[in-house]
C-alpha cells in the first residue's frame, strides 16, 4: 500500500498544482472563439504594466448601451412597456382618456390606431407617465413595476431579461480596473432606480436621455425635484459622443451597442489614440431571444454593421456566441 501510494503521490500533486495554476474563467456563459478571443486579448493588452498598450487605470473607460446591449429590447423598449401599463394605472384619474387618442387606442388594445400615431401619439403617453411628479416619486413607480410587470413573451421580470454574458462582461471590466458607465437612449431617471442592483452600475455612471428637472419647495415645505413635461437632452445617435464628454469626461477606450443608435459612441471610441476596442451585439437567435438587424423598427442595425466590417470590430453573433442568454436567476 506504501508502494502504491508512493507511485500515486507526485501525479497527485501535478494534477493539483495545474488546477491550481489555471484561473477560473472569467466569461463562462461565452463560447471560446475570435469574438471571446478578443475581448481577453484586449484586457490583457492594456492591462499589462510595461507593454505597448497599457492604459492607466484611471483611462479605462468602457461604455455600454442598453436597451439591446445589456437587456432585451423586444417587442418594444422596455421604458414604452413602462409608459403603457402606468396609463392603465392611471386612467381611473383621467376619465377624458376613455375618448382621447392615443389614450383611447391603448385602453382599447387598439394596436393599429396606437401604430398609426407615430412617434408623435407617443409623445403625450410619455409626458403623462414620466412628468408632473417628483423624482423620489417617479423612481418608486419604476421599481414597483419592475416588481409586478412580465415581459409578453418570456414571462418573466424585465430586469431578469439582462444578458447572462454581458453581466459575466461587465464584472471582467472592472476586475480588471475598467469604470463600466450605461450611456442610453433611455430615460436616464427610468434606468438609474434598478441599475446598481442589476449590473454593478451605480446612479453615477449612467448617462441617458433627460427630461426638465425643476427645483421646488413641496407642501410640507421640503425641498422636491419635479419632472416637467419637456425634454433636456437626447442621448441617442450623435448625442451619445456629446452625453459622454458631458456626463463622463473621459473618452472611452472601450464601448458596446447593439443598433444604429450607438454608431457615433462606436466610432468616437475608435477614434482615440491607442488601443481601442468597438462591440455590437447582433440579435441573431430566434429561439432564445430574438433575431433582427437592417429592416427592424426596434434596435435596427444597418449602417453601424457595415461600419463594424469596414472597421474591424467585433460583432457578436448571439447564437454561435453565447453559451445562454438569460440568467437563471438573479
Sequence with gaps: MMVRLAAVLPACLVAISVAVAQPADPLPSWKDGATKSAIVDFVAR?????GRDF???AERIATFDNDGTLWTEQPFYFQLAFAFDRVKVMAPE??????RQPFKALLEKDTKALAASGEKGLLPIMAATHAGMTTDAFASSVRDWLATARHPRFNRPYDSLVYQPMLELLAYLRANGFKTFVVSGGGVEFM??????VYGIP???????SG????????DGKPVLMKEAKVEFIDDGPGKPVGINRFIGRRPIFAFGNSDGDLQMLQWTVAGSGARFAGIVHHTDEVREYAYDRQSKVGKLDKALDAAAAGGWTVVDMKQDWKVVFPDSL
Design 203 to 209: 446612479p453615477e455612471q449612467v448617462v441617458g436621455s
Design 192 to 197: 438609474r432606480p434598478w441599475m446598481e442592483r
Design 94 to 99: 383621467h376619465p377624458d382618456w376613455k375618448t
Design 46 to 50: 492594456v492591462t499589462t504594466q510595461g
Design 212 to 219: 426638465v428637472v425643476k427645483f421646488q419647495i413641496g407642501a
Design 55 to 57: 492604459v492607466p487605470p
